[in-house]
Each structure stands twice: as structure tokens, then as C-alpha cells.
């Protein structure tokens, strides 16, 4: 599949799925240094059967991230454009993904544990399963290596899973609860930033969910955003102003990283 890449992008193959090469494009920092830190995009909608937004969806922002020192990659996962699809085909390309960069982290000029992961809307729903979903793992992936990136960055999530299946995958209905983040309230997230607009139809939702996995000790910073929609961080909307705001937002979060290289 052909992507919408405005910039020259390194494209490496992270997993061949059938007749599907599932492929990393990474926005790499001039700087010519070893252990920079890695993040890790994932588009949203892609639950839906013509998904609008690709892993080009954060170009722009791997871009600036790569200008600041770090590793920065659009993901290409499965998504309701691949025939037979299902979200548990995304929640384990995640895991695949954070893994093969960890796995090649030296030819990256990366830290194998710097590893960020920015999930939006399904793309953060697929994130945060693919955390506290231990036992979705794909059968070709080496599982010794650890599949739970270090720190985390979600804009607005949808985390009922029962809510998601039942609209978009009923067929998933009998195990929805299974795979449904606001059912299993537990510690198991790591440093974690999550950005909402109080516009957004799942405000209320994420809010809450946050709030619970705060108070079961998950270190989650919830940062909120008055009036704006769903996608309002998305180039090219608002002027830009919360493109550059939720860029600063995530350059402060991900700062110690890059001042205190190894």
C-alpha cells in the first residue's frame, strides 16, 4: 500500500502478514548519534471499513520530533481496509511494532528502552490493549522481548470495548469484555500523558477511565483541552494552534529522555 508521505521517509518492513508487507516509516534526526529515544504513531479510524486517515496521519508531527533528536515512526498496521479485519489483528501489530524496533534498535541509532508509543482514537484504543492485554501476542513474534513501550501518549480513546465491538464488530461481541480497557481497571500502564478535547463525544468516558486507573496507580497526566473536538490536534486544524500545543505537551514529556541521552 502506497501512503500520502509529503516527506522523504526511511521505510523498513516489521512484519509480513500473508501477502502484506506491514511497514515502519521513520522520520530520522540529522544527528548522527547512538541511543536517541523512539516514538511510535498510530492513526486513528482505522476501525472503520475506509478508514479517512493513514499512517500519515503524524508526519507532520515525526517530522518536528525527528528535528528534536528523536527516532520518529508512522506505523502501518492492519486496519478495516485489510479483508478479515479485526481490532485484534491492530492490537498485535502494535505489540510487533514496538518489539521489532527494540529488536533493532542499534541499526535505528535508537535506545531499546526509550520507546514511546502515541496512539489517537483507535489507534490509542489498539495501544492501550496491547498493554493490558498480555495474551494478544501475534504467533510469529518473539515474545521474550517486551512489548509494552516505555512511555505512552494517547489523544482521545475510546475504551469500551463492549461499545466498540457492538458498532463496528459484533461478531466479537462474546469476548468483547476480554479486550475492553474500562473492564479491567488494574496497574499496568506505564508513564503516561493522555490529552482530550471537554468537546469530544468520549470526554466523559476518558476522563473517568483515566480518573479510575489513576486511583489503581497507573502514573497517567490527563490534560485537557476546553471545547475541542475529536482530532482537533491534527495538522492543519485550528491554525495549527493545537498541533503546536500538544507537540510542546508531548516535547515536555518526553525531555528527560532527550537531555539525558545514555
Same mark, same amino acid.
Given at each position: 500500500m502506497?501512503?500520502?508521505?509529503?516527506?522523504?521517509?526511511?521505510?523498513m518492513?516489521?512484519?509480513e502478514?500473508?501477502d502484506?508487507?506491514?511497514r515502519l516509516y521513520?522520520?530520522?534526526?540529522d544527528?548522527?548519534?547512538?541511543?536517541r +529515544?523512539v516514538?511510535?504513531?498510530f492513526?486513528?479510524g482505522?476501525?472503520?471499513p475506509?478508514p479517512?486517515?493513514? +499512517?500519515a496521519?503524524f508526519?507532520?508531527?515525526?517530522?518536528?520530533f525527528?528535528?528534536?533528536?528523536?527516532?520518529?515512526?508512522?506505523v502501518?498496521?492492519?486496519?478495516g481496509r485489510?479483508?478479515?479485519f479485526?481490532?485484534?489483528?491492530?492490537?498485535?501489530?502494535?505489540?510487533?511494532?514496538?518489539?521489532?524496533?527494540?529488536?533493532?534498535?542499534?541499526?535505528?541509532g535508537a535506545d531499546?528502552?526509550?520507546?514511546?508509543v502515541c496512539g489517537a482514537?483507535?489507534g490509542?484504543?489498539i495501544?492501550?490493549s496491547?498493554?493490558?492485554?498480555?495474551h494478544?501476542?501475534?504467533e510469529?513474534?518473539?515474545?521474550s522481548?517486551n512489548?509494552?513501550?516505555d512511555?505512552?501518549?494517547?489523544?482521545?480513546?475510546?475504551?469500551d470495548g463492549?461499545d466498540?465491538?457492538?458498532r463496528r464488530? +459484533?461478531?466479537l461481541?462474546p469476548?468483547a469484555k476480554?479486550?475492553s480497557?474500562?473492564?479491567?481497571?488494574?496497574?499496568?500502564? +506505564?508513564q503516561?500523558?493522555?490529552?482530550c478535547g471537554?468537546?469530544?463525544d468520549?470526554?466523559e468516558?476518558?476522563r473517568g477511565?483515566?480518573?479510575?486507573m489513576q486511583?489503581?496507580?497507573n502514573?497517567?497526566?490527563?490534560?485537557t483541552?476546553?471545547?475541542m473536538e475529536?482530532?482537533?490536534?491534527?495538522?492543519?486544524?485550528h491554525?495549527?494552534?493545537?498541533?503546536h500545543?500538544t507537540?510542546?505537551?508531548?516535547e515536555s514529556?518526553?525531555?528527560p529522555?532527550?537531555d539525558h541521552?545514555?
Open positions: 502506497q501512503f500520502p508521505f509529503d516527506y522523504p521517509v526511511r521505510e518492513t516489521y512484519k502478514v500473508n502484506r508487507n506491514l521513520a522520520f530520522e534526526p544527528t548522527d548519534t547512538a541511543n +529515544p516514538i511510535l504513531f492513526q486513528g482505522s476501525f472503520q475506509n479517512k486517515f493513514s +499512517p496521519q508526519q507532520h508531527q515525526a517530522r518536528y525527528a528535528s528534536i533528536g528523536i527516532v520518529s515512526i508512522c502501518d498496521y492492519r486496519t485489510d479483508a478479515g479485526t481490532p485484534l489483528q491492530a492490537i498485535m501489530d502494535v505489540k510487533s511494532a514496538v518489539r521489532w524496533v527494540r529488536q533493532h534498535a542499534e541499526e535505528l531499546p528502552d526509550k520507546v514511546a482514537s483507535a490509542g484504543y495501544s492501550v496491547s498493554i493490558m492485554f498480555g494478544l501476542n501475534d510469529l513474534d518473539d515474545d522481548v512489548a509494552v513501550p512511555r505512552l501518549i494517547i489523544f482521545a480513546a475510546g475504551m463492549v466498540i465491538m457492538s464488530y +459484533p461478531e461481541l469476548i476480554e479486550i480497557p474500562i473492564h479491567h481497571v488494574q496497574s499496568s500502564l +506505564p503516561t500523558l493522555w490529552m471537554t468537546g469530544d468520549l470526554y468516558q476518558n477511565f483515566v480518573k479510575e486511583e489503581a496507580g502514573p497517567i497526566t490527563f490534560k483541552y476546553d471545547g475529536h482530532g482537533f490536534f491534527n495538522y492543519g486544524w491554525n495549527n494552534t493545537y498541533f500545543a507537540n510542546q505537551e508531548i514529556f518526553l525531555r529522555w532527550i541521552p545514555h
